[in-house]
Antibody, heavy 123, light 105 residues
């Protein structure tokens, strides 16, 4: 079955760019009609959707983060990536990647999820 | 943007009891495009319910979802020790509710 694994630096300095990659295994990122998404969760808090990408490159972002977020896909590597610029301590969180199911042409639920990776923003 | 409000914030029950968790949307959620997730400490969320009422693969039948429009409910018919966790509802593809913590009384 499809599995997702996040990777990237666990520590980022304030004002710098956070970069994470999600590697998809057990299936091709291009097969089927799926979006691929990033979600984050600050310690002790709820889930915040960051954005999603289709393998065509089409993206949608959370309006609250849109000015700082870029999600891209590399189908040759079966990966998709997140870049979040100008980070502050408020961006410290566990970052998850997930597959997004489509239903009747609309984006649907998240399944499966990666295990998550903690990114701390600190000097 | 649809805002999802979950209640209660914390629910204290004992194993064997019935749990009822609510998710209310600020406007109608089209075609029951709502999902529920369970999250245990240190773990990623796990899909429980999609389409408001369809159980995901491998989810026990003590979990059920219902509702439409703006009011949705997740019911756990008889709590097992492993069910104590945080539960989130989600409008398809994007925003989540703030979560309900289900704790052992």
């Amino acid at each position: 079955q499809v599995q997702l694994q996040e990777s990237g630096p666990g520590l980022v300095k304030p004002s710098q760019t956070l970069s994470l990659t999600c590697t998809v295994s057990g299936g091709s990122i291009s097969s089927g009609s799926y979006y691929w998404s990033w979600i984050r969760q600050p310690a002790g808090k709820g889930l915040e959707w960051i954005g999603r990408i289709y393998t065509s490159g089409s993206t949608n972002y959370n309006p609250s983060l849109k000015s700082r977020v870029t999600i891209s896909v590399d189908t040759s590597k079966n990966q998709f990536s997140l870049k979040l610029s100008s980070v502050t301590a408020a961006d410290t969180a566990v970052y998850y990647c997930a597959r997004v199911w489509m239903v009747r042409g609309a984006v649907g639920w998240f399944d499966p999820w990666g295990q998550g990776t903690l990114v701390t923003v600190s000097s | 943007e649809i805002v999802l409000t979950q209640s209660p914030g914390t629910l204290s029950l004992s194993p064997g009891e019935r749990a009822t968790l609510s998710c209310r949307a600020s406007q109608s959620v089209s075609s029951s495009y709502l999902a529920w997730y369970q999250q245990k400490p240190g773990q990623a969320p796990r899909l429980l319910i999609y389409g408001a009422s369809s159980r995901a693969t491998g989810i026990p039948d003590r979990f059920s979802g219902s509702g439409s429009g703006t009011d949705f409910t997740l019911t756990i018919s008889r709590l097992e020790p492993e069910d104590f966790a945080v539960y989130y509802c989600q409008q398809y593809g994007s925003f989540f509710g703030q979560g309900t913590r289900l704790e052992i009384k």
